[in-house]
């Protein structure tokens, strides 16, 4: 699948030399070779440029494929000291993925959007420190064991704490989920519903790839 700044670059390009071809058809008496010409050398100047100039930016950012925040989502749910327990869904800000020349995906960074998940809505919670320093985690690495199943480490940031992690993924298509269970003492996650604390925040991270899985240079 063609990337976009090809698609903007060529619709660019195609806009300007049609507009200054109409002006020079109606505004003036040149036959119509010359017209035909002066839009072929105007779209020329525009693309061949363009489109090197688009080539050079995708190799210098690297093979990236962009997550889609519409559909990506964090499912979490807390269990208290009662073991009563509260869940909710939480949305991603923004977040990419890496892949290597194999098509392989091996890392991505993510980073959500706090005040799109209902817990704000709960008590304390939206001037608490989770919600001044959002949740967000990146893949340092990732390796496929078998079709389908991943192994990624990285790191993940959540409040004023920053950890570590182990977990597996699976590949479904363009979507990748993972699960963590946090220990809410070890995080220093200190959400409190009325008078009981959380003790433990499982994550179920759903991540939806915006374009095909099949990068285009």
């Known amino acids: 699948m063609i990337k976009k700044g090809y698609v903007y670059i060529i619709v660019f390009s195609l806009f300007v030399a049609i507009g200054q071809t109409l002006k020079s058809r109606f505004y003036s008496n040149e036959p119509i070779n010359k017209i035909e010409l002066k839009f072929l050398t105007l779209l020329l100047t525009f693309l061949i440029p363009g489109l090197f100039l688009v080539r050079y930016y995708y190799k210098k950012k690297g093979n990236t494929l962009e997550v889609d925040v519409r559909k990506s989502k964090i499912s979490w749910s807390a269990v208290n000291e009662k073991k009563e327990s509260q869940s909710g869904v939480m949305f991603f800000k923004e977040g990419f993925l890496r892949i290597d020349n194999k098509k392989k995906i091996v890392g991505g960074g993510f980073l959500t959007d706090f005040e799109t998940t209902d817990i704000c809505n709960q008590q304390n919670i939206s001037n608490s420190k989770i919600a001044k320093s959002p949740p967000a985690f990146d893949f340092t690495r990732i390796t496929e064991l078998k079709n389908g199943i991943l192994e990624a480490e990285g790191r993940l940031r959540v409040g004023e704490a920053t950890k570590k992690i182990e977990t597996i993924v699976y590949k479904k298509g363009n979507t990748l989920t993972t699960n963590l269970v946090?220990?809410?003492?070890?995080?220093?996650?200190?959400?409190?519903?009325?008078?009981?604390?959380?003790?433990?925040?499982?994550?179920?991270?759903?991540?939806?790839?915006?374009s095909p899985y099949s990068p285009s240079i």
């Open 182 to 210: 946090l220990n809410c003492n070890d995080w220093n996650i200190v959400r409190i519903d009325g008078l009981n604390r959380w003790l433990e925040l499982e994550l179920t991270i759903e991540i939806v790839i915006e």
